[in-house]
């Protein structure tokens, strides 16, 4: 898709994640900073409305978050995760 869009995606292959420290760095106040990246593997399920993206193709995301983010992130995956749970419980 020459942009991107969130509809693009119907599902998460895989998510990776690595914890940061900034252990030295120029800027003193940087230094102690933790933050968490992710590598998340999208398949592409293609959009009625974009007729450029083709189905199957998979894309990795990559996002560096700060602990709160990251939390915030987190939340809503588990929310998402208790809606589609639930609907598939009522189908």
Same mark, same amino acid.
């Given at each position: 898709?020459?942009?991107?869009?969130?509809?693009?995606?119907? +599902?998460?292959?895989?998510?990776?994640?690595?914890?940061?420290?900034?252990?030295?760095?120029?800027?003193?106040?940087?230094?102690?900073?933790?933050?968490?990246?992710?590598?998340?593997?999208?398949?592409?399920?293609?959009?009625?409305?974009?007729?450029?993206?083709?189905?199957? /193709?998979?894309?990795?995301?990559?996002? /560096?978050?700060?602990?709160? /983010?990251?939390?915030?992130?987190?939340? +809503?995956? /588990?929310?998402?995760?208790?809606?589609?749970?639930? +609907?598939?419980?009522?189908?």
């Amino acid at each position: 898709c020459p942009t991107p869009c969130l509809m693009d995606y119907s +599902q998460i292959i895989d998510v990776d994640w690595r914890l940061s420290v900034t252990a030295a760095g120029s800027d003193p106040s940087e230094v102690g900073r933790t933050s968490v990246v992710l590598s998340i593997l999208l398949q592409k399920g293609g959009n009625a409305s974009s007729s450029t993206c083709s189905s199957g /193709e998979r894309e990795r995301v990559f996002l /560096e978050l700060s602990l709160t /983010e990251f939390y915030d992130f987190l939340h +809503q995956m /588990e929310k998402a995760k208790g809606l589609l749970d639930m +609907q598939g419980a009522l189908d």
